[in-house]
């Protein structure tokens, strides 16, 4: 599955937004096995932003980052204790702009299977190891609508454990399974990608 991942975000051209703006940068960190996982990661309670929600390891680039991929790796050090020499970087999604405005990139990375991962609690309350199979499966796909500035979104959402992932989180999974595995879930355009892709 990783060996064909690969050669696709190889050739795949990800959507970039022409504004500049806050930058963040997010790694989707899959295990290096015949049935890979990805990590994620549910938010601590007591962050000022999307608290209790499940995420990627990511965020805010500092101005020291040489880049997003810099801010990614740096993030899931702080996070989950990733070493970022343990990750092998196979490319780029497509930038998103999340609801405080950041403009996301979103970077995919192999990591070993057996790599122990151990939550910040200033961060991370805990730490999903999902099959990417789980994902796969389109009966377990559902579309959420919510209204935001206005308009009404239709936007991807998965159950697991109890927990909902959803938003950014969500548009990021279906680009890689989309990409990668020919997987068809539906993906409603982004309004920044209709109005600021180039």
Do not use: C
Request: aromatic share 6%; no cysteine.
């Amino acid at each position: 599955m990783l060996e064909q991942l690969t050669k696709r975000l190889a050739q795949h051209r990800p959507w970039r937004l022409r504004t500049r703006g806050r930058e963040a940068g997010v790694l989707v960190a899959l295990t290096d096995r015949a049935e890979p996982e990805v990590v994620l990661t549910l938010r601590s309670k007591q962050l000022s932003t999307h608290q209790g929600q499940i995420a990627f390891p990511g965020g805010k680039r500092d101005p020291e980052d040489a880049d997003l991929l810099a801010t990614a790796l740096r993030e899931a050090q702080e996070e989950v204790g990733l070493d970022a020499a343990q990750v092998r970087v196979i490319g780029s999604l497509g930038q998103l702009v999340s609801k405080h405005q950041l403009q996301v990139t979103p970077w995919v990375g192999i990591i070993p299977p057996q790599l122990p991962l151990t939550a910040n609690p200033e961060e991370v309350d805990s730490i999903f190891r999902i099959p990417l199979s789980f994902f796969l499966q389109q009966e377990m796909l559902r579309l959420d609508e919510i209204a935001f500035r206005g308009q009404t979104h239709y936007v991807p959402a998965w159950e697991y454990e109890g927990e909902v992932i959803w938003g950014l989180t969500a548009y990021i999974l279906v680009e890689l399974l989309n990409i990668g595995f020919d997987a068809g879930l539906p993906m409603r355009p982004r309004p920044e990608h209709q109005e600021t892709a180039l």
